[in-house]
């Protein structure tokens, strides 16, 4: 970029003309820090309903989630690596809330500290910092935190034996696999169910979901083609008797399921770049989660899901390289045989 | 000429593009003016695409107003006239918008200029004849054009006769005027189909008699709806169709265009002529019926004069061949806050360091920006969020395309068919991370190793 001195002569006052490559302007209004924010906007009906559901569990564990991914941010990049800070740009706080709600509200407070390290160490920093990680950060940690603390974040540990509200049920998913009980959709739908923090209510994953397809700080093609997939399979599955107290609704409204297709399945970073690409990580994510529900030790397989699908976007983005619109580029060849 | 016999008809829109503030406030409403005869033109042998112009004049050579200054040197190449009436000063060289160094002849003005309302009045003004063009044959519109120095006025500057002269293999059925004029701020092609769309129209028939077309559509977006409507009671009874097309950039882009009208894909590496169709800017059809109809020469052009750091916004008639400079001072020069001064619009014009540059046949506009509009947002990293491919036109993937740029893997950019890209600055435009994705991919063709 030069700065071309002028002498002005009569052409008003200003000496300088300064000379870059176009396109000159640029949409403004929308940032990195911008998205982030959209996405934490989303999130907060989901953090709303964690409250309700949870209390103050849910303030403290995303509480020590989002200042521990700030801390780790910090520390990993900015002290370690000596690259100027990023805090700002929200990135670490958007990890930190995902984190800390997938959760189960009895979590120690360590598990979120070890789980935010994990996820802005093992997650981010090592892979180059922002936009450079295969995997999303905060499913890295909380998989670190899931095979660390198994007895912490287990099945069991959703459940408190004498407290009188849902904390004293096992998760429907868990209740559904193992004793056959059907439990009812509608707590399902508004959330008055046991589970980790922010999944328990779909209708807070729909609203905050669909602020951030509105506001495009996400894309609606991944969590399509995931809801779609589970839609099939496990309409397939209650069809083949395999796990029968668990219907379609049970595996669209249960789990996780909600929350990871609109909160961590639309990730950018982590997911295929073009559409097709998008939809063909959804799809594989749907796939790999009804597997794992149906068919592993596990009740729910979301986080197992994602992070399988993250390892394969760049294989999908060689896959779906787009054509252009008129066609691909001609070969040598083609120009001399004048088709 | 049945126009209406054609079913091929695009949907008035292209897929994806993007809707940056349009800006054409600065200067829309300001009606035509003439710029008075410049002291001096310095006029440049190299405006287009092609083979530069070689000089048919010596220093102290008298010329008159459309006095041949140099020679088209080949098929793809066109020729310069004068502008004015007086002597050729000098040979020199200048640097255009885009780089260039080019051979240019100078011309000092001397006696009576035509100017003004006259001017006006010879280039664009009085009635039009759009039946009876038959009698003209297809060869000696070419001819004419060819002789009348045409190029392409959108910008890309390609010579017109070109484009006109048929070609048997390539048989066109639509000839397809451009007065999409996407690019934000500008307004010359506006106000020139506002206020002169006669001969826009009889150049557009001239243009398909040229060509062989037997379909003339005229393609205005909507946000013109004065141009729409002074071209269509122009076109009236004529068989020229006027349509017109979402407001969205790159609509003035001709695959853009060609798939928008007439709902054509024009092949990649391919022309518009490859389907059938032959696009020419409003200005270059109004030239062609001058240069037609009247004889006269391309010797000026409509520029648009705007943008926040002009003094008073413009649309002017002017010599090609005069000073950036000269058409600002006109315009009461730049205002303290101007710091870039653009050929052509915001997204696909050209910094101009030096005001001394010439105005070309390809001069669009004159855009001024302040440090409100111009990029200045600090790079950060890319979160692959796919805005940059949902906003190009072709459908590419620019960021991978940019990364393949700044690392120079060829392979990479190849694979991403690299190649395809128009330049149109979209990707750019909405980047959120503010990396200047068009900039990288335009180094990337330019370094692209043949294959």
């Known amino acids: 970029m030069t700065m071309v001195a002028h002498p002005p002569d009569r052409v008003g006052p200003s000496a300088i003309v300064h000379v870059a490559p176009g396109p000159h302007l640029q949409d403004a209004a929308f940032t990195t820090r911008r998205m982030m924010a959209d996405v934490l906007v989303g999130l907060a009906p989901v953090m709303a309903a964690a409250v309700a559901v949870?209390?103050?569990?849910?303030?403290?564990?995303?509480?020590?989630?989002?200042?521990?991914?700030?801390?780790?941010?910090?520390?990993?990049?900015?002290?370690?690596?000596?690259?100027?800070?990023?805090l700002g740009d929200l990135s670490a706080v958007v990890t930190g809330a995902i984190l800390g709600l997938s959760?189960?509200?009895?979590?120690?407070?360590y598990v979120g500290v070890i789980g935010s390290f994990a996820a802005i160490g093992f997650g981010k920093v090592v892979f180059g910092g922002l936009g450079m990680n295969l995997f999303n950060p905060a499913m890295v940690g909380r998989a670190f935190v899931m095979i660390?603390?198994?007895?912490?974040?287990?099945?069991?540990?959703?459940?408190?034996?004498?407290?009188?509200?849902?904390?004293?049920?096992?998760?429907?998913?868990?209740?559904?696999?193992?004793?056959?009980?059907?439990?009812?959709?509608?707590?399902?739908?508004?959330?008055?169910?046991?589970?980790?923090?922010?999944?328990?209510?779909?209708?807070a994953c729909l609203l905050g979901g669909l602020w951030i397809l509105v506001r495009r700080a996400g894309t609606w093609d991944a969590p399509l083609a995931i809801v779609g997939t589970?839609?099939?399979?496990?309409?397939g599955a209650q069809l083949a008797g395999i796990h029968p107290s668990l219907t379609v609704g049970h595996h669209l409204l249960g789990g996780s399921l909600l929350f990871g297709?609109?909160?961590?399945?639309?990730?950018?970073?982590?997911?295929?770049?073009?559409?097709?690409?998008?939809?063909?990580?959804?799809?594989?994510?749907?796939?790999?989660?009804?597997?794992?529900?149906?068919?592993?030790?596990?009740?729910e397989g979301v986080m197992f899901a994602v992070l399988l699908a993250n390892a394969m976007v760049p294989l999908i983005n060689r896959w779906t390289v787009p054509t252009p619109l008129g066609g691909p580029v001609p070969g040598p060849v083609q120009k001399g045989g004048g088709a | 000429m049945s126009a209406q016999a054609f079913g091929a008809r695009g949907t008035g829109s292209f897929p994806r593009g993007i809707h940056p503030a349009q800006a054409k406030h600065h200067s829309a409403a300001a009606a035509l003016e003439v710029l008075p005869p410049p002291a001096r033109v310095e006029i440049p042998l190299l405006q287009h695409l092609g083979a530069p112009a070689t000089a048919a004049v010596k220093p102290r050579d008298p010329v008159a107003w459309g006095t041949v200054l140099g020679v088209a040197s080949g098929f793809v190449s066109a020729s310069v006239h004068s502008p004015l009436g007086g002597k050729v000063v000098r040979?020199?060289?200048?640097?255009?918008?885009?780089?260039?160094?080019?051979?240019?002849?100078?011309?000092?003005?001397?006696?009576?200029?035509?100017?003004?309302?006259?001017?006006?009045?010879?280039?664009?003004?009085?009635?039009?004849?759009?039946?009876?063009?038959?009698?003209?044959?297809?060869?000696?519109?070419?001819?004419?054009?060819?002789?009348?120095?045409?190029?392409?006025?959108?910008?890309?500057?390609?010579?017109?006769?070109?484009?006109?002269?048929?070609?048997?293999?390539?048989?066109?059925?639509?000839?397809?005027?451009?007065?999409?004029?996407?690019?934000?701020?500008?307004?010359?092609?506006?106000?020139?189909?506002?206020?002169?769309?006669?001969?826009?129209?009889?150049?557009?028939?001239?243009?398909?008699?040229?060509?062989?077309?037997?379909?003339?559509?005229?393609?205005?977006?909507?946000?013109?709806?004065?141009?729409?409507?002074?071209?269509?009671?122009?076109?009236?009874?004529?068989?020229?169709?006027?349509?017109?097309?979402?407001?969205?950039?790159?609509?003035?882009?001709?695959?853009?265009?060609?798939?928008?009208?007439?709902?054509?894909?024009?092949?990649?590496?391919?022309?518009?002529?490859?389907?059938?169709?032959?696009?020419?800017?409003v200005g270059t059809a109004a030239a062609i019926a001058a240069a037609v109809l009247r004889g006269r020469p391309l010797t000026h052009r409509v520029v648009a004069v705007t943008g926040p750091g002009v003094v008073r916004p413009a649309n002017l008639l002017v010599p090609i061949g005069v000073s950036y400079r000269e058409v600002l001072d006109f315009c009461g020069g730049l205002r303290p806050e101007a710091v870039r001064v653009l050929s052509g619009g915001p997204m696909m014009g050209l910094a101009v360091g030096d005001l001394a540059t010439p105005v070309t046949k390809g001069t669009s506009g004159i855009t001024v920006l302040t440090a409100r509009e111009v990029r200045k947002a600090a790079e950060t990293a890319c979160v692959r969020c796919g805005r940059c491919g949902e906003a190009c036109p072709l459908g590419l993937v620019p960021t991978r395309l940019a990364l393949a740029s700044r690392h120079r893997d060829w392979a990479l950019a190849r694979r991403y068919h690299i190649q395809a890209c128009i330049e149109c600055g979209c990707c750019a435009y909405v980047c959120p991370a503010a990396i200047p994705l068009t900039q990288l991919i335009r180094m990337g063709k330019a370094m692209l190793p043949k294959e």
Not at chain 1, 64 to 81: D, K, P, Q, S
Not at chain 1, 265 to 283: C, K
């Open chain 2, 91 to 281: 040979l020199g060289v200048t640097t255009l918008p885009n780089g260039r160094h080019v051979p240019t002849v100078a011309v000092a003005a001397e006696g009576e200029q035509v100017a003004g309302q006259a001017l006006w009045e010879a280039l664009y003004g009085g009635p039009w004849p759009t039946a009876g063009l038959d009698e003209l044959t297809p060869e000696a519109i070419g001819a004419v054009v060819r002789e009348a120095g045409l190029v392409g006025q959108g910008g890309a500057a390609f010579p017109t006769h070109v484009k006109l002269t048929p070609n048997p293999a390539k048989p066109v059925d639509t000839v397809l005027v451009n007065g999409c004029e996407c690019e934000p701020f500008l307004t010359a092609d506006d106000r020139l189909m506002r206020e002169a769309p006669a001969p826009i129209v009889a150049g557009a028939l001239l243009a398909a008699r040229a060509a062989g077309a037997r379909q003339v559509v005229i393609g205005v977006e909507d946000n013109k709806p004065e141009a729409v409507a002074a071209l269509r009671a122009a076109a009236e009874g004529t068989g020229v169709v006027v349509q017109s097309v979402r407001t969205k950039y790159p609509q003035g882009g001709e695959r853009q265009l060609v798939l928008s009208v007439v709902g054509r894909i024009v092949p990649t590496g391919g022309l518009p002529l490859d389907v059938g169709v032959v696009v020419v800017n």
């Open chain 1, 54 to 86: 949870f209390g103050w569990f849910a303030v403290m564990q995303v509480g020590i989630c989002g200042l521990a991914c700030l801390a780790a941010e910090y520390l990993f990049h900015t002290v370690m690596r000596r690259k100027p800070a990023t």
């Open chain 1, 103 to 109: 959760l189960p509200w009895s979590a120690p407070w």
């Open chain 1, 261 to 299: 297709a609109l909160f961590i399945a639309t990730d950018p970073v982590t997911s295929p770049l073009t559409r097709s690409g998008r939809a063909v990580f959804g799809i594989l994510i749907g796939l790999f989660v009804m597997v794992i529900r149906l068919f592993s030790g596990y009740p």
């Open chain 1, 230 to 235: 589970v839609a099939v399979l496990s309409a």
């Open chain 1, 148 to 203: 660390s603390f198994s007895v912490a974040l287990g099945a069991g540990a959703f459940v408190l034996p004498d407290a009188p509200s849902v904390l004293s049920q096992a998760t429907p998913l868990t209740v559904g696999k193992m004793t056959g009980e059907v439990t009812p959709l509608w707590p399902l739908f508004v959330g008055n169910v046991n589970g980790s923090l922010g999944e328990t209510s779909a209708i």
